[in-house]
Structures are given as structure tokens and as C-alpha cells.
């Protein structure tokens, strides 16, 4: 499709709001210059809302990072070793309006359960970022930072190398591709099961000549080649990574989202460590995908292929290696530029989430043993147009928190999780241990509709055996 037509196209899907107050027209470009929208105000822009009971976060953010940046690609993990989980921010660049003057790449620190206000850490040099990952990369048991640098300046993608207080501010590894390019995702996997991560990339280049090959650098005991060591066969445009033994080998395989005129699919890992240079499985249709992800949706011990797919986003089920369409969303648009699954209720299945440029949306779909709700379960809608998303505890509260990057004001958004109350902690303080079994048993000797544990509407010995359940549990 031309780029003009996509541009098109992104324009009249953003049209629909109604016009910004000020009147100023505003441009926003995605990391990989694929989608362009005219940013207008809609009258239910930063507000949020459930559908079903059951997501823990609430609809409205409770941290946000007032800095006008395109977020690019969100990891929440700890960089510096205190125990606390800290946000790390790639930073792009692109031809939006009106410009934006700083793209360096920021890691937000965790200070007392909160993050900083403002980075703490910048990058020293300043590139074009569509995605980040982080892991130990040259196994010396800090978490490195790979920043997976494109655009049309075709930067290189690099590795800022983690220390005890976290990563230096230079990078100290950069990967060199067989023909210049731009890279738009990556992964960090070790391919090979020999103890090291392995670095993968999905590419794309521009006009006249769009189409690359994904790329791996090998690691070798932790020590990464700089020069591509696999290629797929296929030329393209690819945004998304993810890996899963799909077809239970025990190797892992590699489910990558193509852009128009090419089929997402699944790259086999052969048994031996080598990737199969053409994909074993594609969807079979070659529409515009952005985002992959892999999880055991419905709960048969195989992972599925979630894919981020503009009409609309889908889930392929997986039955001993051989897919088919598993569930596919019902929102009200679609313009999908991440996916992610994550257990967000912690009851051991994994919800769907989707992030979308055009609208600004971000969907979470609950599971519920086994099915996904369709439509969203929950809805935030920003302003600013969505990037990414990411999953973590920040506030040490055992729960994880949700963090969505976006390109505008607001940059970064964090929703904290709010656990469901727990009825073992039974006098509310916090703790279950005895208090909580002596405030029950009086409760329920007074008759009193607060030890209706079961909820059956009635004071019995059956509430005493639910109580004693959960407070052995610990909830």
C-alpha cells in the first residue's frame, strides 16, 4: 500500500474527534512512519472506564510522566539493583507537529514505591528508538539495556551495559546489519539454549526499496557478534516479536507481526539452535499487524499467537502446534500498535492487552477460564496517541502495575493496581493472622452479616469453613 494512502487513511480515522479547542493542528507520526493522525480532541479523552468488574486498575492514572516525548517502547524492571522496580523509556523521533526537540532515551527511577518526576538517567547520545528490552546480556548479573535504535537516519541498534547503580549513559555495543535499515522491535532470547540472549530485530527500510530480512546477533558466553549471524529469507516489513515453544520440542520459536502485502507468522527453532529461515506457519492474511505475543489463552498447556490486527485484533489457538482463530476483539476501532498478555488478576490466565495509535486507546480483555471478554473489559482513552505498553510492580505492593507510553505532553501514564479486598484479612489491618480469626468468630456469634463469607445470604457453619479456607491461604 503507498504511503500516501496509509497517511490517508490515518488522517480520516483520526478526523472523527472533534477539533482541539485552540484550533492548532497537530501531527503525530508512529515509530515506524507507517501511520500519520491529526490529533483532535474527543469528548471522552482522558477519561477511562470498566465494562466488567474484575481489572484491578483504575480509570484514571495515578502517576504520569508530564514530559513531551514520543515514548516508544516501555520495560519496567530494576536497573540499579535496590529491589525496586524502575520504568525504562525509549525515546523516538519523526516528522510530527508541532516538532519535537529531545528524543534522548530515560530510565525513571524508583525512589520509596514512586518514580521520579523527572529521568535521573538520560542516554549521552541521542537516536531514534521504536522499542527497548532489557536482560543480562553480557552475563555479569546487571540488566543491560537494549535500545533498538532505527529510523529514517537508519541508527544502529545498540546495548547500554548495566552496572551495580544501573546502566551507563554510553552505549558500549552496537549491531551492524548487512545492508542499512531501520530497525522497529526487537527481542532479547536465547535461541540457542546455551545461557546467553541472543539479540533478534524486525526491519524495514524506506521507498524505493522498503523490504528487509529480521537479523540475530549471537551471543557467545556474553559476548555479542556485531555482525548479523541470521537472516530470514523473506524481505518485508515486520514490527513485533515474541517467543514460545510452540510445537513442544523445548526449543524456542520465534512469532513475528508483518506489515501489509506479507503474512504474520511463526519462524521454527530446528532442535539444534538455528532458526528456520521461512516460517513454518503465517496467518493467511497479509493486512496491516502490528505487535505479537505469545500466552496459553485457553488453558489446553499450549501457547497461543496473539496478534495485533486491524480488523479486528485476534488470538490464534494452539492445539499441539497447529493454529486457528481462537477469539477476536470487538472494539470500536482498530489501530493496533502493541499487543501484551499478562496475568493482571492473578488467577493463573493471561488477559490481552492492545495499545492503539490512531484513537489513543489502550483495551484490556479479561479471561475468564479460558475465554477473553469481547469487547474490552477496560478502556482508557488518552489524548495523545498510544505507543506501548508495560506490566510491573512498581509500588511493592505484590501487584502488578500497568504502565502505556504515549506521544504527546503526557508521555507515560501508570495505573497502579488495586488488589480486590481480601476477607481472610477479616479487621482490615492489613495482615491476616489471628486478630483475624478472633473478629470473624465474634462476628459470626453476634450473627452479623459481615462473616457471610460465602455470600449465600446466610450466618452459618459453612462461612466458617470459606473463612478458615482463605485464611490458610492467606487471603
Known amino acids: 500500500m503507498p504511503r500516501t494512502t496509509l497517511i490517508a487513511l490515518a488522517l480520516l480515522a483520526g478526523a472523527a474527534r472533534a477539533q482541539l479547542h485552540d484550533t492548532t493542528p497537530r501531527f503525530e507520526t508512529s515509530d515506524d512512519g507507517h501511520a500519520v493522525v491529526s490529533v483532535v480532541r474527543s469528548p471522552t479523552d482522558d477519561t477511562g472506564w470498566a465494562r466488567a468488574d474484575g481489572v484491578p486498575y483504575p480509570t484514571a492514572a495515578d502517576w504520569q510522566l508530564n514530559l513531551r516525548r514520543q515514548v516508544g517502547g516501555l520495560k519496567i524492571a530494576d536497573m540499579n539493583g535496590d529491589g525496586a522496580n524502575d520504568l525504562v523509556v525509549g525515546v523516538y523521533h519523526s516528522s510530527s507537529f508541532p516538532e519535537y526537540t529531545d528524543w534522548h532515551d530515560m530510565i525513571l527511577y524508583n525512589t520509596g514505591g514512586e518514580l521520579e518526576s523527572a529521568p535521573s538517567w538520560v542516554s549521552s547520545d541521542q537516536t531514534h528508538t521504536g ?150 506457519w503465517t496467518t493467511g492474511d497479509d493486512g496491516t499487524d502490528k505487535g505479537v505475543a505469545f500466552a496459553d489463552v485457553d488453558g489446553n498447556g499450549w501457547p497461543d499467537y496473539g496478534l495485533g490486527h486491524d480488523e479486528p485484533g485476534r488470538v490464534y489457538g494452539n492445539d499441539a502446534g497447529a493454529f486457528s482463530l481462537l477469539w ?93 479486598a481480601c476477607a481472610a484479612d477479616f479487621n482490615g489491618d492489613g495482615s491476616v493472622n489471628t486478630l483475624d480469626v478472633l473478629a470473624f468468630l465474634n462476628a459470626w456469634s453476634a450473627g452479623d452479616s459481615s462473616a457471610d463469607i460465602n455470600g449465600d445470604g446466610s450466618v452459618n457453619t459453612l462461612d466458617v469453613l470459606e473463612f478458615l479456607n482463605l485464611w490458610n491461604a492467606g487471603c
Not at 527481542?187 to 523490504?211: C, E, H, K, M, W
Not at 520465534?254 to 519462524?267: D, P, Q, R, T
Request: proline share 7%; glycine share 12%.
Open 131 to 280: 522499542d527497548v528490552q532489557v536482560g543480562d546480556i553480557n552475563l555479569d548479573t546487571h540488566p543491560d539495556y537494549f535500545a533498538v535504535s532505527g529510523g529514517s537516519g537508519f541508527a544502529k541498534v545498540r546495548v547500554y551495559f548495566g552496572s551495580a547503580s544501573g546502566p551507563a549513559t554510553t552505549a558500549a555495543w552496537f549491531g551492524t546489519p548487512p545492508t542499512s535499515g531501520w530497525p522497529t522491535s526487537g527481542l532479547l532470547l536465547d535461541i540457542d539454549r546455551d545461557g546467553d540472549l541472543d539479540v533478534f530485530t524486525t526491519n524495514q527500510a524506506v521507498s524505493p526499496d522498503p523490504y528487509r530480512p529480521m537479523y540475530m546477533w549471537r551471543n557467545h558466553g556474553g559476548t555479542l557478534d556485531t555482525l548479523v549471524t541470521w537472516q530470514s529469507a523473506e524481505a518485508s516489513i515486520q514490527n513485533g516479536l515474541d517467543a514460545a515453544d510452540v510445537d513442544g520440542d523445548g526449543w524456542p520459536d520465534l512469532g513475528v507481526a508483518k506489515w501489509v502485502n506479507f503474512e504474520s507468522g511463526i519462524y521454527r527453532n530446528n532442535g539444534s539452535g538455528t532458526l528456520e529461515t521461512a516460517p513454518f
Open 328 to 420: 477476536e476483539s470487538d472494539a470500536p476501532f482498530y489501530g493496533q500498535q502493541e499487543v501484551a498478555f499478562h496475568d493482571i488478576d492473578r488467577d493463573g490466565d493471561p488477559e490481552f492487552c492492545e495499545v492503539n495509535f490512531s484513537d489513543g486507546r489502550t483495551h484490556l480483555y479479561l479471561n475468564r477460564d479460558g475465554v477473553l471478554d469481547s469487547p474490552p473489559s477496560w478502556t482508557f482513552d488518552a489524548s495523545e496517541v498510544a505507543n506501548c505498553v508495560a506490566f510491573g510492580d512498581i509500588n511493592g505492593d505484590g501487584w502488578d502495575d500497568l504502565a502505556i507510553g504515549y506521544s504527546g505532553d503526557i508521555s507515560v501514564r501508570v495505573f497502579y493496581a488495586v488488589p480486590p
